[in-house]
């Protein structure tokens, strides 16, 4: 099993990554779907 807990990585789009990957994996180990989707940090309210 991989845990995000102490890795260290490169930038920020690894660690993204990594979590993308670790949030699929419970998923099928826990046989429900997951869904990605963006939120849109620069509009404002």
């Not at 993204?16 to 620069?42: L, P």
């Amino acid at each position: 099993m991989n845990y995000l807990s102490g890795q260290m990585f490169d930038d920020k789009l690894d660690l993204a990554y990594a979590v993308i990957d670790g949030i699929q994996a419970r998923g099928e180990k826990g046989n429900y779907s997951t869904e990605r989707f963006k939120f849109y940090s620069n509009q404002t309210a």
